[in-house]
């Protein structure tokens, strides 16, 4: 089976032959990949700056924003069939007793560390002809999904993040009033920093959670992404020629800012200006190397305080943000239709990984086309 490897010893990004896996346990479902996204992690992992194959490998198969057609399932699979869509979890626990997340199927809290994630740490990925994989880390989705599907797990970060708002957001008991047609935050306002899949996926679902959403990201208006952002009702202002101080002069109190650029400096600067009760979810992964930035510390921590204000980070995700990912893909596309299928710049073959992966990042989201 064709592959698209990392063999960080040799420093060696490739196409491979890796073999055709079997289903070996009556849980196990073996699917047909037939896309996977490319992402900045994808990107960091071929310029070695972490990654790692699996105990005795000399490779790891890359690829973790997987999307399959089952083809076979184990005989103890009841909730698969074949033929079914699915997309599968990246994350597979750690083996430690003591680990209470991992023991309690929620390995994206995992305490040890010693987790594995698919195309990333330690368990080979996605980009391959055919996997196989536990029902357990298998979500199904809808067929109608299909061109779209590939989205599904980068937008769980979004989701996840969702997920902890709202149950931040219950310290505050006296909710949004309850207006018919309206979603629970439509009296708050949200602010999204960044414009890429990470920054835009996150816009859509608070726009679909009720928020007035705003798109805070680097280039100056009009371009591909500003476009795209305004196509589904959310504002966009570029950091380029608004300050943050403007920005919420502008907007009023900040109750979210949701960050996705995975830089600092801009980050800081936003925190410095959310509003009264405001919860700040950080995304982003700031990468080697990491240089040292002056941020107002002081006076950040005094907003924190005398604001009530929460920053919490957040990675990966477990089945109920992939659950609400499915769900919050499918109001996207009968909301947004061509503004979701436009988040997908490019359509690529397995045979151009490489040069996708070590070339300059270009458009929104590439993927590739496997089978
Ligand atoms: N927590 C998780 O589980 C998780 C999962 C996946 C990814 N991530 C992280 O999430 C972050 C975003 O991912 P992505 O794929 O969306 O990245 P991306 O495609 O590189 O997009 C980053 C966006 O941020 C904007 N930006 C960069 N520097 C800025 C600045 N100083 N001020 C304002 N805007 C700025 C960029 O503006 P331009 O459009 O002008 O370039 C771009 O729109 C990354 O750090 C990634 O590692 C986290
Ligand atoms: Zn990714
Ligand atoms: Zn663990």
């Given at each position: ?264 400096k801009v980050a800081f600067d936003v925190l410095k200006v959310l509003g009264l009760n405001g919860i700040f979810v950080f995304t982003g992964i700031p990468g080697f190397p990491l240089p040292h930035i002056m941020i107002d510390g002081e006076l950040i921590m005094r907003n924190m305080v005398l604001k009530n204000q929460v920053a919490l980070g957040t990675v990966n ?55």
């Amino acid at each position: 089976m064709n592959a698209v490897a990392v063999n960080p010893r040799k420093r060696e990004v490739s196409l491979i032959n890796h073999p055709a896996p079997d289903i070996s346990a009556p849980t196990e479902v073996k699917f047909r990949t037939l896309e996977v996204g490319i992402c900045g992690t994808d990107r960091e992992i071929c310029r070695f700056d972490y990654g790692n194959p699996p105990i005795g490998s000399d490779h790891l198969v890359l690829g973790h924003e997987g999307l399959g057609l089952v083809t076979e399932v184990g005989s103890d699979v009841h909730q698969i069939k074949p033929g079914d869509l699915v997309v599968p979890m990246v994350r597979r626990p750690c083996q430690h007793e003591h680990c209470l997340p991992c023991r309690s199927g929620r390995s994206d809290f995992c305490t040890t560390g010693d987790f594995v994630e698919r195309g990333i740490k330690e368990c080979h990925g996605f980009m391959t002809e055919y996997v196989v994989d536990h029902e357990q880390y298998l979500c199904v989705v809808p067929p109608d999904l299909r061109d779209v599907a590939v989205l599904m797990e980068p937008l769980t970060v979004a989701e996840k993040a969702l997920i902890q708002i709202w149950q931040i957001q219950k310290r505050l008991h006296w909710e949004c009033p309850v207006v018919e047609g309206k979603a629970p935050g439509h009296c708050r306002q949200a602010v999204v920093l960044g414009a890429g899949p990470i920054g835009i996926l996150g816009a859509m679902a608070l726009k679909v959670a009720g928020f007035q959403t705003t798109v805070y990201s680097r280039s100056k208006p009009p371009n591909l992404k500003s476009e795209l952002v305004e196509s589904f009702g959310a504002r966009y202002i570029s950091s380029e020629t608004t300050q943050p101080e403007v920005l919420a002069q502008m907007l009023g109190n900040i109750d979210v800012v949701y960050e996705g650029v995975g830089g600092a400096k801009v980050a800081f600067d936003v925190l410095k200006v959310l509003g009264l009760n405001g919860i700040f979810v950080f995304t982003g992964i700031p990468g080697f190397p990491l240089p040292h930035i002056m941020i107002d510390g002081e006076l950040i921590m005094r907003n924190m305080v005398l604001k009530n204000q929460v920053a919490l980070g957040t990675v990966n995700a477990g089945r109920d943000a992939f659950e609400a990912s499915i769900h919050d893909l499918g109001i996207f596309m009968q909301r947004w239709p061509e503004a979701v299928r436009s988040l997908i710049t490019g359509r690529h073959k397995l045979g151009n990984a490489k040069e996708l992966l070590l070339g300059k990042a270009t458009g929104i989201k590439n993927v590739l086309e496997v089978g």
